[in-house]
């Protein structure tokens, strides 16, 4: 159970950011609930779009930079970082899209 020096120290926190924020009540309903399933998962949906979306950047700009080296006629000394980004590619847990 909270001592009511917790809660006077508390309410002092919520005021002090509200503040600095600038946001009137969203500190204090944010700080006194917490989310549910439904905004959960409306975050979740969110951030995987995000995901995909950044995933798709990466994989077409991966494209774009083999086809300007390709265009250069890049030689294979000059070809190693392509290498890197290959081996840092398949090494991550997350699958791209194609």
Same mark, same amino acid.
């Given at each position: 159970m909270s001592s009511p @020096?917790?809660?006077r120290m508390?309410?002092?926190a919520r005021e002090e950011a509200t503040a600095l924020l600038g946001v009137p009540n969203g500190v204090e309903v944010a700080a006194g609930s917490a989310p549910s399933a *439904? !905004? @959960?998962q409306e975050q979740i949906t969110d951030l995987h779009e995000h995901l995909h979306v950044a995933a798709t950047n990466v994989t077409r700009l991966e494209e774009r930079v083999e086809a300007l *080296? &390709?265009?250069a006629g890049v030689t294979? !000394? *000059?070809d190693r970082p392509a290498a890197r980004r290959a081996a840092r &590619?398949?090494?991550g847990s997350t699958p791209t899209p194609e």
């Open positions: @020096l917790d809660n508390r309410n002092i *439904e !905004q @959960l *080296e &390709k265009a294979d !000394q *000059e &590619k398949t090494s």
